[in-house]
């Protein structure tokens, strides 16, 4: 594996951990009072670009790493509209 892509692989790392306390707490405490909708629909929808940029590019890493931030942003914003 070259270099660029265990840099790629741990960028992904990082940026997946960085979603999971915020999920767990929504999840945990149900409050989504200080979260912007606005602000989520926006990273919503560019983790899902970013995720089709790496499908047409055949990436990897940022294929992993968006489509798995998607999902997590995604639970946050759909528990936001729920409230």
Sequence with gaps: MDTALVIGYLASL???????PQVW??????????IS?????????GFALWSVFGLIRGEWPIILTNTIC?????????????R
């Excluded at 998607?70 to 509209?81: P, Q, R």
């Design 14 to 20: 990082c940026s997946v951990t960085s979603f999971v």
């Design 25 to 34: 707490k929504v999840f945990k405490t149900g409050d989504t009072a200080a």
């Design 37 to 45: 909708a606005r602000m989520y629909a926006l990273t919503v929808s």
């Design 70 to 82: 998607f999902c997590l942003s995604g639970c946050i914003f759909l528990k936001k509209l729920s």
